[in-house]
């Protein structure tokens, strides 16, 4: 016999455990896919999760790519946290690096220490501004916020697609769909000789303090988890309910913007089509992985940039696609949603009094 | 170029025909959503119905059990879903997005080995017709069976809806789960059944475009159409009918940006493009600026979880 009851409180160890259960069983799942295809599956594994962090260059690069994926998902928890549903991100981060290589593209034959917190500025505004779109949007016209902010995803990569092919393009890229080099200027500094880790890990570290800060030390984060809990007591309390989506709205936007000027002012040095393999939608994984807790996210962003970086490694070493990676991402947030039923359920094996699950 | 009066009609042909896909995957998604369930995972379910279609021509050389196939992948690649959202009471629109990203890595992995196959040519009905009839030819006749179904379908689905039992206990469960609990229908079994009609017709939506439109397997050759297909849902208001003339507008737009872009039109492509989603913000700003207007048209518990105790 199995009884299910409900739970009254949800154990707090328990909340922060349950990610770890997710991972183990992505891995089992990932191992059994890879069998099934015709691979063994603990060789297919360890290219996967292991080959690709083995030396300190695979190190950088899961920074690297670590970055984005902390810098969005930290903008994404207050949110989320207070239950606005922006899955736009990923527009956002478009957005932000369109207005941020803008600004680059200024100075492409300038040099001077101004340009890049210039163009880093002008990054997270873009990003304010498009995510204020849905923001606005919601509040004043009672608009489905998750899908604003989605269809703008497209018309953002549009806007990029047009800029890049027309306007924007090189004079001298002979029609490549990508604009100028962005001056040295322009460009994150690395932080090692031969690494392509650059100082906007450093943009994201500070994220993971501030929002730590706000939420937990300011009224502003207090009033944001209580609309979360529930938006009743957040009005009975006075909380001005249109002021705060539109704040963390802005905060979100800001972040995704900072990640796309991160990604073109670091890795990339100039605009062209594909500037983010989907990091404002994965990212939407690492902050559920995280918990929506800023410490909690620094690993999650860790463990979600490994299985980019594994299905390149896989790509190489089993020729298999490398969307392969988004199989993982996907059973990640399938076991992680699913061992959420933990938290709020109790269950209960009768017959066997030992096996209670209680971890 | 000339446009005389044929030409139209291959045009507003081609038009239907990439329309197809959007309309079979917005019916499915209409249902599923009236019952109350966002499923955001259409992209998902489009392009594992497109890989497994495929799959199974080549290997089975039998396009009808192609087309089933494609539609039970449909369903099972749901079921996940369903099970999540229903069984494990998790939020739809994350686990939608799970469900997104994990069938396109899923395909890709999948269809390895397919890629760079020729397809198989789909039969066409009344051909003969197509070319003796000037201007009607080519939109009514020579056609595969699949475009004719989802030509029938939103009619199907606007009767299943309105005229039928069946139908008023999808809308009643989708825009009172509590009352309809009460008067003894099991809320999360229509729920779990529109999940997979859902599932069933994305599924075809994507074995469309891989055996009839563009026989052949792309990686992520859905591109874009099942987020298409849901902003297509929210365009016509919940409203089947509406979801066809959305769909043409739609299928139109692309059809003509590639003609628009032929004839060197000065308007930049990308423009035309961003069109469809552009306009989608603005239905969703009209109707819902007007309460009265959104509870007469959306499903009131859309998105929420359901949860009965027992």
């Known amino acids: 016999m199995i009884k299910i009851e409900k739970r009254n409180d949800v154990p707090m160890a328990l909340y922060f455990f349950t990610p770890f259960i997710a991972i183990i069983l992505t891995i089992l799942g990932g191992g059994i896919i890879f069998y099934i295809l015709g691979f063994n599956p603990i060789e297919a594994l360890k290219f996967y999760f292991i080959t690709p962090i083995s030396n300190l260059y695979g190190f950088s690069e899961l920074l690297l790519k670590a970055t984005p994926l902390c810098l969005i998902a930290i903008g994404l928890s207050f949110c989320f946290k207070s239950n606005n549903w922006n899955i736009g991100a990923e527009g956002q981060l478009t957005f932000g690096a369109i207005v941020g290589g803008g600004v680059a593209l200024l100075f492409y034959n300038q040099e001077g220490f101004y340009i890049l917190p210039l163009v880093i500025l002008a990054g997270a505004i873009g990003g304010m501004i498009f995510a204020l779109i849905p923001a606005i949007l919601k509040t004043y016209f009672n608009t489905n916020e998750i899908l604003v902010s989605l269809m703008l995803v497209y018309v953002s990569k549009l806007i990029l697609d047009y800029l890049v092919v027309g306007p924007w393009s090189n004079p001298e890229g002979f029609n490549f769909p990508e604009t100028r080099q962005f001056s040295d200027s322009s460009r994150m500094p690395l932080l090692f000789e031969g690494l392509r880790i650059h100082a906007g890990i450093f943009l994201a570290l500070a994220a993971v303090m501030l929002s730590w800060f706000i939420l937990y030390k300011t009224y502003l984060g207090f009033q944001i988890k209580v609309s979360g809990l529930s938006l009743k007591t957040a009005k009975y309390a006075g909380f001005k309910g249109k002021t705060m989506i539109l704040v963390v709205f802005m905060i979100s936007g800001a972040c995704a913007g900072l990640a796309g000027v991160g990604e073109i002012t670091g890795p990339i040095g100039q605009l062209h089509r594909m500037i983010s393999p989907d990091y404002g939608f994965t990212a939407i994984i690492v902050a559920f992985l995280g918990r929506l807790n800023p410490f909690g996210i620094i690993f999650a962003s860790l463990v979600v940039a490994l299985t980019y970086l594994g299905a390149e490694t896989a790509q190489i070493f089993l020729q298999i696609p490398k969307y392969t990676g988004q199989v993982f991402q996907g059973m990640i947030l399938f076991f992680l949603l699913a061992s959420d039923y933990l938290l709020f359920f109790k269950v209960k094996i009768l017959s066997l009094k030992k096996n209670e699950l209680r971890h | ?310």
């Open chain 2, 1 to 310: 170029m000339s446009l005389d009066i044929s030409f139209i009609g291959i045009l507003i042909g081609s038009i239907m025909a990439s329309s197809v896909p959007l309309i079979l995957a917005a019916s499915g998604e209409l249902i599923t959503e009236r019952s109350g369930v966002l499923n955001l995972g259409v992209e998902g379910m489009m392009i594992i119905g497109a890989i497994s279609g495929f799959a199974l021509m080549v290997i089975t050389d039998n396009l009808f059990i192609a087309i089933v196939g494609s539609m039970l992948s449909g369903v099972i690649i749901s079921l996940i879903f369903g099970f999540l959202t229903q069984s494990l009471l998790t939020n739809h629109v994350a686990t939608g997005l799970a469900l997104t990203i994990f069938g396109i890595g899923l395909s890709a992995m999948l269809g390895k080995n397919f890629v760079g196959i020729p397809g198989k040519e789909f039969p066409i009905l009344f051909s003969s017709l197509r070319e003796s009839i000037p201007f009607f030819g080519p939109i009514l006749f020579g056609h595969s069976i699949v475009l004719y179904f989802a030509f029938a379908l939103p009619f199907l689905t606007n009767y299943f809806l309105k005229k039928t039992k069946l139908g008023l206990i999808v809308r009643a469960v989708g825009d009172s789960p509590v009352s309809a609990s009460n008067q003894g229908i099991n809320v999360i079994l229509v729920r779990y059944c529109c999940i997979l009609y859902g599932g069933a017709m994305c599924g075809l939506a994507g074995a469309y475009l891989s055996l009839i439109y563009t026989p052949q397997w792309i990686e992520n050759m859905t591109a874009g159409r099942g987020w298409i297909a849901l902003a297509l849902v929210v365009f016509a208001t919940w409203s089947p009918i509406k979801v066809l003339i959305g769909a043409l507008i739609f299928g139109g737009i692309t059809i003509l940006q590639l003609h628009m872009q032929a004839i060197g039109f000065r308007i930049p492509v990308q423009f035309l493009s961003a069109l469809p989603y552009l306009m989608t913000i603005i239905v969703l700003v009209v109707i819902s600026r007007d309460s009265r207007k959104i509870k007469l048209n959306t499903p009131t518990s859309l998105g929420r979880i359901f949860y009965k105790e027992k």
